[in-house]
């Protein structure tokens, strides 16, 4: 059974940064490129940043260009996102996805906060 179990997220004032993590199991890690989204109150999910299997190639949302950085760790079967720079709008419930599983599993997501 495949499982994503998102962690990391808080409250961080403008500016301040936060590491996320996704721990994945129940497939082949190492072969699946992995991915971010967010979702905001009341607005739609959102990719925000990918990392290919083999390569390790990335792809980040404009929104966050320059600010995250999306890794992962193959023995460790997790994925991260470090968030540096942080804004008002990145407030939203993070999570990880599989993108080759066509959206079908999703964790429970990690809330990030920005405020003052």
């Known amino acids: 059974q495949v499982q994503l179990v998102e962690s990391g997220g808080g409250l961080v004032q403008p500016g301040g940064s936060l590491r996320l993590s996704c721990a994945a199991s129940?497939?082949?890690?190492?072969?699946?490129?992995m991915s971010w989204y967010r979702q905001a109150p009341g607005k739609g999910r959102e990719l925000v940043a990918t990392?290919?299997?083999?390569?390790?190639?990335?792809n980040y949302a404009d929104s966050v260009k320059g600010r995250f950085t999306i890794s992962r760790d193959n023995a460790e079967n997790t994925v991260y996102l470090q968030m540096n720079s942080l804004k008002f709008e990145d407030t939203a419930v993070y999570y990880c996805n599989v993108p080759s599983f066509g959206g079908a599993f999703w964790g429970q997501g990690t809330q990030v906060t920005v405020s003052s």
């Open positions: 129940g497939f082949p890690f190492k072969m699946y490129s």
């Open positions: 990392i290919t299997a083999n390569t390790g190639r990335t």
